[in-house]
Nanobody, 122 residues
Framework: QLVESGGGLVQAGGSLRLSCAASGRTYGWGWFRQAPGKEREFVAAISWTLGITYYADSVKGRFTISRDNAKNTVYLQMNSLKPEDTAVYYC????????????????????WGQGTLVTVSS
């Protein structure tokens, strides 16, 4: 089970930090988002053991994914937010070892959070 928190309303240029806590063993984490009328898209991912990270081009340099192994929690720090970042953000967990390059694909994830809404006003 994954429990997300941290969404909300922020002005363009502002920052938010999303958190996602897992109750079970997770080998990889991902963040995805879905904007109204659009398909879900990859945002960022991190491998649990080595901490290798991946980012979508649209967020590279602005968002940072990190994890706290002791707390079994992953974070998404979002800076310089833009109105086009408005979406429901979902965290996802992979319960089995996976080649870390595959973590950008939503199909590898077994567990999904409930989603948290991020709204960026212009």
């Amino acid at each position: 089970q994954l429990v997300e928190s941290g969404g909300g309303l922020v002005q363009a240029g502002g920052s938010l930090r999303l958190s996602c806590a897992a109750s079970g063993r997770t080998y990889g984490w991902g963040w995805f988002r879905q904007a109204p009328g659009k398909e879900r898209e990859f945002v960022a991912a991190i491998s649990w053991t080595l901490g290798i990270t991946y980012y979508a081009d649209s967020v590279k340099g602005r968002f940072t994914i990190s994890r706290d192994n002791a707390k079994n929690t992953v974070y998404l720090q979002m800076n310089s937010l833009k109105p086009e970042d408005t979406a429901v953000y979902y965290c996802a967990g992979d319960s089995s070892p996976t080649i870390h390059t595959m973590l950008v694909r939503d199909s590898v994830y077994d567990y999904w959070g409930q989603g948290t809404l991020v709204t960026v006003s212009s």
